[in-house]
């Protein structure tokens, strides 16, 4: 069952790609928000587990390996109805590596 946090997740991936870390800060904008990140992420593989969105490994040099959310087809029909035309299929495939923001030096 989806909460409305839940379509306003979709929402904000059905505009772009976000990371749990925005998810998190986007979610003060959210009908009810996040307490961390940890939940986020939960959550985050809960609706990956439904079908709704994609989790796409980021490449980092940090310890801990961050992943890039999208929605997919299922997840835009969730959202648009059953009825409605998809986006081109770019709009559901993995961010390319040139696209990804540059990680900060220490």
């Given at each position: 069952?989806?909460?409305?946090?839940?379509?306003?997740?979709?929402?904000?991936?059905?505009?772009?790609?976000?990371?749990?870390?925005?998810?998190?800060?986007?979610?003060?904008?959210?009908?009810?928000?996040?307490?961390d990140?940890?939940?986020?992420?939960?959550?985050?593989?809960?609706?990956?587990?439904?079908?709704?969105?994609?989790?796409?490994?980021?490449?980092?040099?940090?310890?801990?390996?961050?992943?890039?959310?999208?929605?997919?087809?299922?997840?835009?029909?969730?959202?648009?109805?059953?009825?409605?035309?998809?986006?081109?299929?770019?709009?559901?495939?993995?961010?390319?590596?040139?696209?990804?923001?540059?990680?900060?030096g220490?």
């Amino acid at each position: 069952m989806l909460k409305d946090r839940d379509r306003d997740v979709l929402r904000l991936l059905d505009r772009t790609p976000a990371t749990a870390p925005l998810i998190l800060k986007a979610s003060g904008c959210f009908a009810e928000s996040f307490e961390d990140l940890r939940r986020v992420r939960e959550r985050m593989q809960a609706l990956a587990g439904g079908g709704w969105v994609r989790s796409t490994p980021m490449a980092t040099t940090s310890r801990q390996a961050a992943s890039w959310y999208r929605l997919t087809p299922e997840g835009y029909r969730l959202l648009h109805g059953a009825d409605s035309v998809l986006p081109h299929k770019t709009f559901f495939m993995p961010l390319p590596p040139s696209l990804l923001p540059a990680e900060r030096g220490p």
